[in-house]
T-cell receptor, first 120, second 113 residues
Framework: AQTVTQSQPEMSVQEAETVTLSCTYDTSESDYYLFWYKQPPSRQMILVIRQEAYKQQNATENRFSVNFQKAAKSFSLKISDSQLGDAAMYFCAYRSAANAGGTSYGKLTFGQGTILTVHP | NAGVTQTPKFQVLKTGQSMTLQCAQDMNHEYMSWYRQDPGMGLRLIHYSVGAGITDQGEVPNGYNVSRSTTEDFPLRLLSAAPSQTSVYFC????????????FGSGTQLSVL
């Protein structure tokens, strides 16, 4: 079974600065997807960024980028020019790309989450 | 387009009571699932379904039942609520293509006293 670990329960950053959230995972599969989700106080789960394991290029979405190290099984999220609206809980998640009789489709394995505080 | 709709948003139960959390999606998604979110544990999969009439257990299925009679609806039933089921519950759905995005409902905060 896959596991996802976020070792930073809480992080803080000054507005306009850069912060990196860490995530490691364990899997024996070679093809999979990795995600970062943001959960603001509204509780809504918002997809921030997605990485496909077969792509060596790191994904970017505006101020959000990842550092994907497949051999090290590491998937960190970098937030540049942090804004007050970035304050939230962030979850790293894993999904297998396999479809073994439909049993793995869509099943996400989540990390424990990191609470990000942004100071003005 | 409403997306994924969960009801109720909040619920308080007494130990031993039963209730059903409702989930509906209007995107014709084959895959639907229920997660629970607990502090320090992230979200954990309870049950999922890949189509009408097909359901399967996730990581933490004990104490919960599901059924999928239509593509649109995927209710989660607690037959005899326990304090350990106090949690935030999320329903999520997606199409079965590998590039399909997972859509989440807004969650249900459940407290069992």
């Amino acid at each position: 079974a896959q596991t996802v670990t976020q070792s930073q329960p809480e992080m803080s950053v000054q507005e306009a600065e850069t912060v990196t959230l860490s995530c490691t995972y364990d899997t024996s599969e070679s093809d999979y997807y990795l995600f970062w989700y943001k959960q603001p106080p509204s509780r809504q789960m918002i997809l921030v960024i997605r990485q496909e394991a077969y792509k060596q290029q790191n994904a970017t979405e505006n101020r959000f980028s990842v550092n994907f190290q497949k051999a090290a099984k590491s998937f960190s999220l970098k937030i540049s020019d942090s804004q007050l609206g970035d304050a939230a809980m962030y979850f790293c998640a894993y999904r297998s790309a396999a479809n073994a009789g439909g049993t793995s489709y869509g099943k996400l394995t989540f990390g424990q989450g990191t609470i990000l505080t942004v100071h003005p | 387009n409403a997306g994924v709709t969960q009801t109720p948003k909040f619920q308080v139960l007494k130990t031993g009571q039963s209730m059903t959390l409702q989930c509906a999606q209007d995107m014709n998604h084959e895959y639907m699932s229920w997660y629970r979110q607990d502090p320090g544990m992230g979200l954990r999969l309870i049950h999922y379904s890949v189509g009408a009439g097909i359901t399967d257990q996730g990581e933490v299925p004990n104490g919960y039942n599901v059924s999928r009679s239509t593509t649109e609806d995927f209710p989660l039933r607690l037959l005899s609520a326990a304090p350990s089921q106090t949690s935030v519950y999320f329903c999520a759905s997606r199409g079965l293509g590998t590039n399909e995005k997972l859509f989440f409902g807004s969650g249900t905060q459940l407290s069992v006293l």
